[in-house]
């Protein structure tokens, strides 16, 4: 589950992308993002569905979120481009531009 802003910066950087392209893909505005980064090791503070959409951007970008008693990230495992396990950054935002 994502909880804090520093989870959500270290899920965005793992997959590789910027505020402005997890923004579109999770179709929040790119400020959204930018306050919910800013509460650094705090609970993140936006709304639940929208923290809820932003997960999900980052989860089919190959992100699994965790929390063995500190919340984490990493890659999911499995081959590059599995469709079970991933999906590029560029068939994510143009199925959100359909």
Known sequence: M????????????????????????????????RNLESNGPGPLSGRADTVRRIQIALERLGIEFLDHG?????????????????????????ENDE
């Open 2 to 33: 994502l909880y804090t802003g520093n989870q959500l910066a270290a899920a965005r950087a793992l997959a590789g992308i910027d505020q402005v392209t997890l923004a579109k893909a999770a179709e929040v505005s790119a400020t959204t993002i």
């Open 70 to 94: 500190q919340p984490g990230v990493r890659l999911r495992k499995g081959p590059i481009g599995d469709p079970a396990t991933s999906i590029s950054v560029d068939k994510l935002t143009a």
